[in-house]
């Protein structure tokens, strides 16, 4: 069983910064991509940014200069640094693995108040 739980998330103001912070454990041998996504209220869910074990980085266009993703292989987690802050990054922040079994986390809400 594997387990994928986010935290971090929260209330910001506009132009403030947020660390999201997702860890797997369980039976995982390999991790080979990390991801996070995000789901606003009325829209699909949509890549934000993604990272592969060798480090190769991928991001929305929407979030790009911004945003900036991590992993820590030894400890089987991936970070998202939010800064500069926008009221449009408001949404609830999920966390993917691929193992290459695809397992998600619950969600984290990050909102942005203007």
């Known amino acids: 069983q594997v387990q994928v739980v986010e935290s971090g998330g929260g209330l910001v103001q506009v132009g403030g910064s947020l660390r999201l912070s997702c860890a797997a454990s369980?039976?995982?041998?390999?991790?080979?991509?990390m991801g996070w996504y995000r789901q606003a209220p009325g829209k699909q869910r949509e890549l934000v940014a993604s990272i592969t074990r060798g480090a190769g980085t991928n991001y929305a266009d929407s979030v790009k200069g911004r945003f900036t993703i991590s992993r820590d292989n030894a400890k089987n987690t991936v970070y998202l640094q939010m800064n500069s802050l926008k009221p449009e990054d408001t949404a609830v922040y999920y966390c993917?693995?691929?193992?290459?079994?695809?397992?998600w986390g619950q969600g984290t809400q990050v909102t942005v108040s203007s």
């Open positions: 993917k693995i691929v193992t290459p079994i695809p397992y």
């Open positions: 369980g039976s995982i041998f390999s991790i080979n991509f």
